[in-house]
């Protein structure tokens, strides 16, 4: 199994930035994407932003140029810095990884951490 502990998450007016962390730990070898999704009140999950083991990045429309996904291999940590924080953005934001095994992938989530944007 993987275990993954976000933190970061916190209360900010508009505008202001936040960098949410998140640390793998256990069964880490081959993981392969890592991601971030995050759940407003009453809504489904949506994904944020994902990055692969090589790199690659994308974003949900809604926050490209605001927010960037990194990762470091070494280790097992993945970041999203939120910049031009909106209330919109206000949710529990998840960490993700990604292990490929046998053409099946196989999901683990954290536990989230809260981000609130108000004024």
């Known amino acids: 199994q993987v275990q993954l502990a976000e933190s970061g998450g916190g209360l900010v007016q508009p505008g202001a930035s936040l960098r949410l962390s998140c640390a793998a730990s256990?069964?880490?070898?081959?993981?392969?994407?890592m991601g971030w999704h995050r759940q407003a009140p009453g809504k489904q999950r949506e994904l944020v932003a994902v990055i692969t083991s090589g790199g690659t990045t994308n974003y949900v429309d809604s926050v490209k140029g605001r927010f960037t996904i990194s990762r470091d291999n070494a280790k097992n940590t993945v970041s999203l810095q939120m910049n031009s924080l909106k209330p919109e953005g206000t949710a529990v934001y998840y960490c993700k990884a990604v292990r490929l095994r046998f053409g099946v992938a196989y999901e683990y989530w954290g536990q989230g951490t809260q981000v609130t944007v108000s004024s």
């Open positions: 256990g069964s880490i070898f081959s993981l392969d994407a």
